[in-house]
DNA sequence: CCTACTTTTGACCAAATGGTTAAACTACAT
DNA sequence: ATGTAGTTTAACCATTTGGTCAAAAGTAGG
């Protein structure tokens, strides 16, 4: 029973804990929010978790791994070039999509602790040269145009984490401040990315 | 005299609001904090602005003015749209290569007060339908291919803006954690990015 | 020099906040 | 039953924080 209790309130916090970190940010968050919000005492919160930094430290971590892992899925595929862009594209949106407050959240927090971050990413197992490499041979090949391959990359990751993460702002620009309608947008944006970005890059 | 002084320390807490409020956030920034990086009395940032959330609406305002003005002078310029787009996105580049924590400042505190946002909008003379007009207008004329035209000016937005407010993440990735060379990255930029999207979207 | 004013300051406050601690509770093994 | 280990809680604490206020300092005109 032990260890079922202690993973369960652990889960808990940490749930609560990125519902709170995740509208709040860091520095606004308050312990007891979490805990109100996990349905425990403050002070369990530091039983858990020493204190705030490590609380955050660990819930930032385990956001961060579901918005970034796909990546290397592109990589290892067997596709052509053009199949890899398309579901890559098309698979990174879906995932924002489900999480759309998730890249704000990274963005907001990716100053915090610059070493952690560091060492968060050496263990993730993201390989951004391996991409990089994958981009030069294709070139190399002559399926698309030269250029710099990681700004192919960071175009495309540009592209599709954008419009999500300033939502807020782009909806009252350009959609009246309707969410709704705003998500259709990006719903169909897995289209006209990929066509906006094989347009710019494929050789036919 | 008077009018002089007053305004002399009144520029002075919003400089010093806008360094603190760019490094820290919202929430994260301390009013003593301002007040030393101002050299005045803490008591004089209340005597000037009410509230810690009235100088950082100033502060906000101020910045985000700096980011957004001329998308504008695209559309009034009467070069052929290449030329507008070139310019546009060279020059958008500048300010921000020039401002480089802006935008992820922007970005952070989008959602804090989302009233003041629309607020500003309106009274920014921002006028995105005007661009999204102007595009359709090529669209129509056959120079440049068919498509939402918002999503052609978001994807603009998003290559300009994206690799400079995630700078410190895509430092690290693919950069060495090198910021110098980061930024002629981004340098180069100007040209990859005019040719990314002419590339797509221009009709020879 | 005096007066009316604005600007600036130091001292102060109540509230909030991250964190601690000692006691109570739980479940299991003896 | 009793002891023991981990778990949870209420009460508490030191510090920080945004904000206030009355008095001082500066300024300009009469």
């Known amino acids: 029973m032990t260890d079922i209790k202690k993973d369960n309130t652990e889960e808990k916090i940490l749930s609560a804990a990125q519902n709170v970190f995740v509208r709040k940010g860091m520095d606004g968050a308050r312990m007891q929010e979490i805990a109100d919000e996990a349905g425990i005492n403050k002070a369990l919160l530091h039983y858990y978790f020493r204190s705030k930094r490590q609380l955050f430290n660990a819930t930032f971590e385990s956001i961060f791994c579901k918005i970034i892992p796909n990546v290397m899925r592109m ?39 610059p070493e952690f971050l560091a060492e968060l990413i050496k263990s993730s197992g993201l390989q951004p040269q391996k991409v ?73």
């Open 75 to 113: 990589v290892e595929s067997d596709q052509p070039i053009k199949e890899k862009l398309e579901s890559f594209i098309e698979n990174y949106i879906d995932v924002l999509m489900k999480n759309p407050f998730l890249p704000t959240f990274v963005l907001k927090e990716i100053n915090q602790d």
């Open 132 to 204: 990089v490499e994958m981009f030069k041979i294709e070139m190399e090949k002559g399926t698309i145009r030269t250029m710099d391959p990681r700004d192919l990359l960071i175009n495309i990751l540009s592209l599709n984490i954008f419009p999500i993460a300033s939502q807020p702002l782009l909806a009252l620009l350009f959609f009246d401040d309707d969410p709704k309608s705003y998500m259709e947008f990006i719903e169909r944006r897995k289209v006209t990315v990929k066509e906006f970005v094989l347009n710019s890059i494929l050789i036919k």
